[in-house]
C-alpha cells in the first residue's frame, strides 16, 4: 500500500506499517492502543518487522492515524462482501441481528463520597442479561447465515444505544430482497415489536 500524495508534511509512519501494527494487536489480542504501544516496546524484534524503527509510533499517533482509517476500511469492507454477494458467494436470504456489548479498557467512573473519572470518558454505561451492568460500548451487527458467515451491516454505539434503535439504520446497509419469497430477518425477543416487524417488511424480509 503506497500512500497517496497529501499536503504538508508527510507521514512520519506510512500507512502499511500502522496497518500491520493494527494486525499485531489483533493477532496478540491486546484491548488498547496503550497497550500495542507498550507491546512495541517490549518486543522489538516485532516492532521491526512491522516496519518500525527505534522510535515506536506513540498512543496518540496510533489514535490518529487508526480513526482516519475507520472510513475507507469500513468502506473497502462492503466492497468486498458486496462482490461477494454479486458472485452468489454469499446469500441474503437469511440474516440475523443481534448486539454485544463492549468493556471500555481501563476503570469506570465512580461516585459517592470518593468520585473518580473514568479512564474512558466516551463509554456510558449500558445492561444485558448475560452481561450485566457494563461500562462501555455496544456492537450492532447484522450477518448472513445461509450457506455462509459474514458481516454484513454493523454500527457501534455507547453502551445505552438501545438494539431497537439500530435496526433502521442497519437495514439501510443492506439490499432489498429481491427473491420469489420472503426474506427471513432472525434476531431475539428484544426486537419482537409491530415496529421493527414493518422496517423489515420494507426491505422484503420477515422478522422472526
Known sequence: MIDPPRRGRPYTYPTVVILKCGLVMVYHRL??????????HQQPEVAQACGVGARIPSYRTFCRRFHMLEAPAWAAARQ?????ARRRWLRWSLLVIDGSLLAAHGRPPRTG????????????????????WVWGYRLHGMITADRATAP???????????????????????????????????????YDSERLVALAARKRRRLV
Do not use: K, M, N
Not at 484491548?31 to 512495541?40: A, H, Q
Not at 463520597?113 to 450485566?132: I, L, N, Q
Not at 445505552?160 to 425477543?189: I, N, S, Y
Open 152 to 190: 454484513v451491516a454493523w454500527r457501534t454505539t455507547t453502551a445505552t444505544g438501545h438494539e431497537t434503535q439500530q435496526v433502521a439504520p442497519l437495514l439501510r446497509q443492506t439490499p432489498r430482497w429481491r427473491g420469489r419469497r420472503r426474506g427471513w430477518l432472525v434476531g431475539d425477543g428484544t
Open 31 to 40: 484491548t488498547s492502543l496503550r497497550s500495542l504501544e507498550r507491546f512495541l
Open 113 to 132: 463520597t470518593r468520585p473518580r473519572p473514568p479512564t474512558d470518558p466516551d463509554a456510558s454505561w449500558g445492561y444485558s442479561p448475560s452481561d450485566g
Open 80 to 84: 468486498l462482501i458486496g462482490t461477494l
